[in-house]
């Protein structure tokens, strides 16, 4: 054979040039299957059990989310099943992921079916934290002195168990931040992946998620470009990880398109909020961090000071992703994206973000990790009594103050919230309880579902509404106009300015229209009967649509007013 | 009968250097001897000038390392022409040689001695004088093999040696009609219910009949609902083909699957435990590519005198046939001419040379593979630790002009997803694996014993992963690469994966003529798993149709699409829309990463083209199955000039 053949380049050669590791696998920690699994039982059992106590004993229910899972509840039981109860008012996921919870109607009914909704996503979030502290390689103690000490934070208690949807894009924001320290740690290319799609998940669940997806995909190429990667493998390998991202932020830009009318919806949204002056908000974020979560204050300049000394790129990306938590909640209210302005909810993700902060200095500073980590320990037990006070007296907050003074004195049923908010559950479940009992006709009772959820839902019968998920706002609008040729009665809520129904029939909604009689009664709600007989009044108001879908969205941000 | 005796040079210095008094000493570089003949073959070979003392010294490394005769590891590495061999051997062993080239004996003569015998001993009898069989050998036959062949044959014998490649190509001539009507006929034959002979049953036929019957009555009664669900049904096919498959994917992407072989495993092999190992390289007009290929086999760690190479040509193809024979390639690699009958398919070429394999365990490459150097040696370490129902060793294919062009690059990405993630989480799952084309490494007598290849499934290699499931068997994956020839041309790619698509439809109808049957030999568990791997050509022939509704539901809003997706079906349909799209993308970007192809990944991203020249050549091979079933579209290789790209380490 004296041809000359090409030579070309040969495979190892090429995966010798990578800087990640691909045809091989790295060493990395062991599995431990039943590790993660315990964890994550234990915290799901313990915030259940606490989120049953507070809501079903104590009657401290977050109404955002029993509208949230009655949108579920409408998935699967409306007539007809509607995936579009989901609507836009939320990032799509972090209802849609409730929707197993409420296949079976009679768990939709009970209010155990609450902190359930985020029990399950914050165990999920301590057991991507233990697997972080594994990574970080911390003795087990201070794994579970870290996690206890973080699982027992007030806050973190209150939001892991009260049904709020915090936990349920943090869940994935954190697994995907462990999945960006396990590449970083193992150069495994499949985390970069893992994490690609974690964070693609969370950006559905809470378009927070997107800014540490941005601070990932400048982590994934400064690393790579650093560490000397071609320009093919930082291409390659930050494409592989923006895709999944990128894919749903255009996948649900398409649908606001398409169902909306205008793709950025799901940014600008239809908040009524008039934001902060800008003079206050530096103040109040200041304030959001000291009382919620005051770690941040620490971790934050740590972090940056290790990843320059130590030329620790992780150290500078989580410090990025903490400061872009602070910085989030004020830029949302100078933009006036939010409707609750640095909300004390906030505080969560930033406690979050400190303590994965804190456990990568504990592994960045080799030496000193276990001092670094039990000192992480005796700042999560300290401040436990300060956030327990922060609850108590911090301003921008929904139930917080609430879920102290059932703590501290009992039930809370009748109270009245910071924000003014009524706090109880007992008027939603009389009225479902009377419709259960009675009412038996698919789409026989009328109702604005966007003020009337919790009842909707704690009858575990949505077939029984006439609503505007059922055949869209027209078809809903002409039986509003004309509800005796539709229906046999009207549910309203007490509160004419939301309530599309009740703003069509004030008289009935306050219990006065001879035409329309009730034939039940709560503080919140009335149910009247609709006669056969019954004719509109020609002067009667007319729906004014505009502000009724602003009236809608509104609804559903918070407890009921 | 033509000259029988001939002589050169060579052999005349062969036959003045045996003259005992006139033999010369060892030479002093021979530091490590062979056995007392193979030290007399050196010596008679060096004095005779027909090897170099650097050859020699070589060989005897080899021959130290493997055991293997000197003489045989020096033919085999090109430094000693066989017939050269054989004349010193003739000398040595005061045999006659015997030159068959052209000959053809009596076919009565010829087939005395049984076919399985024949080719163990490499021994043919070529004709009969006074009483005596003269019969043609490699090598002369030990006391006891010839009194086998003496009572076999009914006579007495005479031994003349015999350059081993006529002996094989002998053997070829006298048995080709027992070797053809077994490569056909065999699975026909023993295994009725297996073959694809018969496309579709009559029992399927009926069933298939009844349905649309049944679907044509109802979209009369109640068009709507029907159409409704026969919408639902295909989102359902489609959701759950894509969850399987992601599901997969997950866990492929946490883990290390495939049967751990370690370099320091493949280090300790020692070279004399090294079975006999099968080669079939079956090739069709692939004149241009042969001395590429012979140059890859050669390149493969394994000893080359423990190699059986055989070269399957189709024996209309007289250009290939041509150029292998001008390379005078050393024995070990085999021309093996598969005469000209239908079904003209690569599986039946592949049960006709495996007929002839001596291998212990044989191996498929195509002409343009470029195997891992250290593949072989893997594969055995794979068996050795692998369980004992493990007959099946799949390497993973990839290619090496990935870079020519966007076809390339996306058909890469799609094989890096397959070979990386999804059979390596199948192998591991112990799931039935729709076994690869090529580098699919088997037990050859476990092979042989389930009637090899389907001659008339054009994925044989898919129907042959299931019969082994059905049978017990199971499949493991190993990390090593196989580089091939992507398609580089929209036609040629079009017509293989046509092919493809009609095979993995022929395969669903043969094992699916028994449901039942195949659920208790494989489980539910593997039941689903099998008819959700071949469910997606299923998905490629539903994807037009759901693109078309789409688009026209996106510009129209038309109601009667509405209509279709109900409830639950829209659920499933958005879901497939969503997830699905998005899953079978992400697939091939992460198959991509996976094996550090980090410059195709951004062509996966556009590999929604790629779905409809997918759904294209589906479609193609589906029509084609009521046409010509057992057509072969054959793939044309060589395309990649230029773009020799990469190979295995």
Known sequence: ?561 | MTSLLPGDDVRTRLRTVTAPAEAPEAPAVVHATPDPEGTRLVTLLLAAEAVTEEQVEAALVEHLRTGDAVGDILVAHRALAEEYLVAALSQLHQLQRVSLRGYTPDAAIAQRLPERLARRLQAVPIAEADGVVLLAVARPLDDEDLLRVEESIGRSVRQLLADRREIDQLLQRVHRDHYADLATQHLMRTQPQMSAHVVITTAQKAGLIAVLLAVVVCAVVRPGATMVGLVGAASLLYLAVSVYRLRLTLRALGASLETDVTDAEVAALDDRDLPMYTILVPLYKEAGIVRRLVRDIDDLDYPRTRLDVKLLCEEDDVETIEVIESLDLPPHFHLVVVPDSQPKTKPKACNYGLQLATGRYCVIFDAEDRPDPDQLKKAIVAFRNAPGNVACVQAKLNFFNQDQNLLTAWFAGEYSMHFELVLPAMGAAEAPIPLGGTSNHFVTATLRELGAWDPFNVTEDADLGLRLHREGYRTAMIDSITLEEANSQVGNWIRQRSRWNKGYLQTWLVHMRHPLRLIGEIGVRDFVSFNLTLGSAFVLLMNPIFWTLTTMYALTRAGFIEQLFPGVVFYAASAMLVVGNFVFTYLNVAGSLQRGQFGITRTALMSPIYWGLMSWACWKGFLQLFTNPFYWEKTEHGLDAGHEGEVAA
């Open chain 1, 1 to 561: 054979m004296t041809e000359v053949m090409p030579q070309p380049i040969r495979r190892r050669d090429r995966e010798a040039q990578a800087v990640q590791a691909v045809g091989r696998r790295p060493s990395d920690i062991e599995r431990r299957p039943w590790e993660s699994a315990a964890v994550f039982a234990l915290f799901a059992l313990a915030y259940t059990a606490i989120g049953g106590w507070l809501v079903v004993q104590r009657h401290v229910v977050g109404f955002e989310a029993l509208d949230r899972l009655n949108r579920t509840l409408m998935v699967w039981h409306n007539d007809p099943p509607k995936l579009a109860a989901v609507g836009f008012d939320h990032a799509p996921l972090s209802t849609l992921l409730l929707a197993p919870l409420t296949v079976v109607p009679a768990l939709a009914r009970s209010l155990w079916v609450v902190p359930l909704a985020s029990a399950l996503f914050a165990a999920g979030t301590m057991t991507s934290l233990n697997t972080l502290l594994r990574r970080a390689l911390l003795p087990a103690p201070l794994r579970a002195g870290v996690l206890l000490a973080l699982g027992a934070n007030p806050l973190v208690v209150w939001y892991a168990a009260s049904g709020a949807r915090e936990f349920v894009w943090l869940s994935f924001a954190v697994a995907g931040i462990g999945a960006l320290v396990a590449w970083y740690v193992t150069a495994d290319v499949r985390f970069v992946m893992i994490a690609g799609l974690c964070f693609a998940v969370g950006t559905l669940t809470g378009y927070g998620t997107l800014a540490f997806f941005g601070i990932g995909v400048a982590l994934v190429a400064g690393v790579l470009g650093r560490l000397g990667a071609g320009s093919d493998e930082v291409e390659g390998t930050t494409v592989g990880f923006a895709t999944p991202a990128v894919y749903v932020v255009a996948l649900w830009t398409a649908f606001n398109l398409l169902l909306l009318g205008d793709p950025i919806a799901w940014v600008t949204g239809q908040h009524q909020s008039t934001g902060l002056p800008a003079g206050e908000i530096l103040g109040a974020t200041l304030r959001l961090v000291v009382d919620g979560a005051p770690l941040a204050l620490v971790v934050l300049p740590a972090l940056v000071v290790v990843g320059v000394a130590r030329r620790n790129a992780l150290a500078l990306g989580l410090a990025g992703m903490l400061a872009v938590a602070i910085a989030a909640p004020a830029v949302a209210a100078w933009l006036h994206l939010t409707d609750e302005p640095l909300h004390l909810r906030n505080a969560v993700a930033v406690l979050l973000l400190a303590v994965v902060g804190g456990v990568w200095l504990a592994r960045a500073l080799e030496e000193q990790g276990r001092l670094v980590a039990g000192g992480l320990v005796a700042a999560l037990l300290v401040s436990i009594p300060w956030t327990f006070h922060t609850m108590r007296t911090y301003p921008y907050q929904d139930l917080e103050s609430v879920a102290v003074a059932a703590v501290t004195d009992g039930d809370q049923e009748g109270a009245t919230a910071m924000s003014g908010a009524a706090v109880g559950i007992a008027d939603e479940q009389e009225m479902a309880a009377w419709i259960r009992a009675h009412v038996t006709r698919r789409g026989s009772i009328l109702t604005d579902n966007a003020q009337t959820f919790g009842v909707m839902l704690l009858t575990g019968r949505p077939d029984l509404f006439d609503d505007r998920v059922d055949a869209g706002d027209a078809a809903w609008s002409a039986a509003a106009h004309d509800p005796a040729g539709h229906v046999d009665l009207l549910l309203l809520s007490r509160d004419t300015s939301r309530d599309l129904l009740s703003r069509l029939y004030p008289a009935a909604a306050a219990g006065t229209d001879p035409a329309l009689v009730p034939v039940m009664t709560t503080d919140r709600y009335v149910l009247v009967g609709v006669p056969a007989t019954y004719v509109r009044p020609d002067d009667a108001p007319v729906l004014d649509t505009t502000a009724a879908d602003a009236a809608s969205t509104a609804s559903t941000a918070g407890a009921t007013s």
